[in-house]
């Protein structure tokens, strides 16, 4: 069984969380495919930084199981809507399908589909033995629960918005599109609570200007630079508030306060 891991890359800033999963997911992915594009999922000129970052000497061990995807096209420019942004980033997911089928089709492999910030924990013996355990029944699609912190490396947050997906090789075949869609869809879900087999570090930047580039360059939009300035000074910041939403008694829509 290959193990390859695809997901998105935006700028510079992420680097150390990309260091990150690398040094989780070393044992258990055979290929991690970065896939970057010149424009952001809001529809803005960026820039390309992948090859540079790998430059750096702390990814030498892992360059040789890098490939790097990098796009230079704009889905329907000039236009702002969230819901276009999410087109644009399931399409720039979907930038892995070729090689992967030009590559892999004709043997047993399963496709991680994530973010560089997210990560399955193949660093621990016990979570490698059971995260391998999953992915190698699965025909179709599963999903890994994570655990997530975010803003610091142990501040956990609760949010249970977001899972991992793995995709069979045999589902991509079937569905050239399903890296960009798999991401939306539910699915079974493999969720080891406080013993996670995987983890994602939102915004967890060493400054305040990559953490207001994440919010600027990703599907989601609604944030401005104050709300995100006041989230940060204060860990109870209700979520909520940033989504345009009323804030009701559900626990996740507040971080939870640490010490």
């Not at 030498?60 to 980033?89: C, I, M, Q, T, Y």
């Not at 994570?146 to 977001?162: E, G, K, T, V």
Request: charged letters at 30%.
């Amino acid at each position: 069984m290959k193990v390859i891991d695809t997901f998105l890359f935006s700028e510079a800033y992420e680097d150390d969380l990309l260091y990150i999963k690398f040094k989780l997911e070393n044992d258990g992915v055979d290929y991690w495919v970065i896939q970057e594009n010149k424009y952001t999922l809001q529809g803005d000129e960026k820039g390309i930084f992948a090859q540079e970052v790998l430059k750096q000497e702390r990814f030498a061990e892992f360059r040789n199981k890098v490939v790097v995807l990098s796009g230079d096209w704009l889905h329907r420019p000039n236009e702002k809507d969230e819901s276009v942004n999410f087109e644009r980033e399931n399409l720039q997911r979907t930038m892995a399908t070729e090689f992967i089928l030009n590559n892999f089709s004709n043997e047993d492999t399963k496709i991680i589909v994530s973010d560089t910030d997210e990560s399955l924990d193949f660093s621990d013996c016990y979570r490698k033995d059971r995260i391998n355990n999953i992915i190698r029944n699965t025909h179709d699609v599963v999903y890994i629960g994570r655990m997530r912190y975010w803003y610091d490396y142990d501040n956990r947050c609760y949010l249970p918005n977001i899972r991992i997906p793995v995709v069979d090789i045999s589902a991509l075949i079937h569905n050239p599109n399903i890296l960009g869609q798999v991401r939306h869809w539910q699915g079974l879900t493999f969720d080891a609570g406080e013993e996670p087999l995987a983890f994602e570090y939102s915004y967890v930047f060493r400054d305040m200007e990559a953490v207001w580039r994440k919010k600027c360059t990703y599907s989601h939009t609604n944030f401005t630079k104050e709300s995100v300035e006041i989230g940060l000074e204060c860990n109870h910041w209700p979520r909520a508030i940033e989504r345009g939403e009323k804030i009701g008694d559900n626990p996740h829509d507040f971080v939870e306060i640490v010490e």
